[in-house]
């Protein structure tokens, strides 16, 4: 026999179902959505399930598409929603239901997302969240005993990214050693290496007399400032240049033209296998754009008609050549420049939040400098 509190408990169990299907119907109801008004929500023999409270026939239900949440619309209100679609695609046989679990998991737009959006450090930081998830279902595969959540792993993940050193090939914490911060070249004044009858001591070493009340600085490498800000959390007003991605559109061979093997052929050759999804490729370019451009001139090749015996590896010293894929440099610099927002992030209050949205500035400004760059030698040489 159920107790008097334990019927009181589910006497209110009872009331909240029937309190929520009220208001999930008139939801549905004001949107334009039909259910018919004689089925009634509530348990049975199998749990809780639909039954009609009189005779019924017809429509039971109709729901707008507004109403349904599908894998397309998880797809496009998630900032890396296309990306998770691709990943989804190659790696699992549900790609639809990954898309619709991280539509439940997301949360509303981060101001970050709006922010990076369009640039490289946003391709950047979804390859990053796209690796770290990797990584976690490695570790926790393996990892099974340990309860992991995601907030340990990215709490450890941290630490290891900003503090461990690289030594012989082996990547180590090093206690005390990773207190020092980094500075630019001029400014660092450690070095360090192993040491020792056996190559095993950590040791650093000031190569100068450090005057008192100076910083001790390290080197954590010559990096850009997007990277600087994923690994570390901070960026350095001058930084080496960014990465820019630029597209890169696939030359179309036709079918009639009488060169079209060799082109075939050296095509693949020149692309190296890249793997081009509907046309486009979206390739990371640094300030020399020197890979990027060898794309471009051997697009313009392609793209000419020629005789069969013609030589297309001469064909790319042509000047004519060089002139047309400056000009496609400069375009699709110029459309990444268009693609870059301007940066306005909302204001916050958080000291981290207020910090990490300075360092979103900078290296969105590293980049735009770079794309201005880019447009401003393809005009020049063009
Ligand atoms: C290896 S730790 C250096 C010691 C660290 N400051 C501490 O208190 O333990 C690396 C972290 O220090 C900070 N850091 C190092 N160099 C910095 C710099 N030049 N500017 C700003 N923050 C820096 C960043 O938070 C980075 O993730």
Redesign the pocket.
């Known amino acids: 026999m159920a107790s008097c509190s334990e019927r009181k408990q589910s006497g209110s169990l009872v009331a909240k179902m029937a309190e929520f299907v009220e208001l999930l119907e008139s939801w549905v109801r004001e949107h334009g959505g039909f259910v018919h008004p004689a089925v009634g929500i509530h348990k049975g023999d199998r749990g809780r399930g639909a039954f009609a409270s009189k005779d019924l026939a017809g429509e039971l239900c109709r729901l707008p598409p507004k109403l349904l949440i599908s894998e397309k619309l998880a797809e496009g209100s998630m900032a890396f929603g296309h990306e998770l679609r691709m990943a989804a695609e190659e790696f699992t046989a549900a790609p639809g239901l990954v898309l619709l679990t991280a539509f439940l998991l997301h949360e509303d737009d981060h101001w970050l997302h709006s922010t990076i959006k369009g640039s490289h450090l946003e391709r950047q930081v979804r390859a990053k969240r796209h690796n770290l998830g990797l990584e976690f279902a490695l570790l926790k595969s393996y990892v099974g005993k340990l309860p992991l959540t995601w907030e340990d792993f990215l709490w450890a993940r941290c630490i290891v990214s900003?503090?461990a050193y690289s030594l012989q090939s082996q990547r180590c914490l090093v206690p005390w050693a990773?207190?020092?911060?980094?500075?630019t070249s001029s400014e660092v004044c450690v070095r360090y290496g192993l040491e020792g009858e056996t190559a095993s001591d950590f040791v650093m070493n000031l190569g100068q007399l450090v005057p008192q009340g100076a910083e001790l600085?390290q080197s954590?490498g010559d990096k850009p400032n997007a990277t600087l800000l994923l690994d570390?959390?901070?960026v350095?007003p001058q930084a080496p240049p960014a990465v820019v991605s630029l597209a890169f559109q696939l030359p179309q061979l036709l079918e009639t033209d009488p060169a079209l093997k060799e082109k075939k052929v050296f095509w693949t050759r020149v692309s190296k296998g890249r793997s081009f999804r509907k046309g486009e490729l979206l390739l990371e370019v640094d300030e020399a754009a020197e890979a990027f451009l060898e794309l471009l001139r051997a697009a313009v090749v392609c793209g000419q008609p020629q005789g069969s015996s013609c030589d297309l590896e001469e064909k790319l010293q042509d000047p004519s050549v060089e002139m047309e894929a400056l000009i496609r440099l400069q375009h699709s610099a110029q459309q990444a420049l268009g693609k870059l927002c301007e940066f306005e992030g909302p204001e916050v209050k958080e000291d981290w939040e207020v910090v990490s949205q300075q360092n979103c500035a900078q290296a969105l400004a590293d980049e735009r400098c770079v794309l201005q760059s880019l447009v401003a030698r393809a005009k020049r040489e063009s």
């Open positions: 900003s503090r990773d207190l020092l911060n980094h500075g600085l954590y570390y959390g901070f350095l």
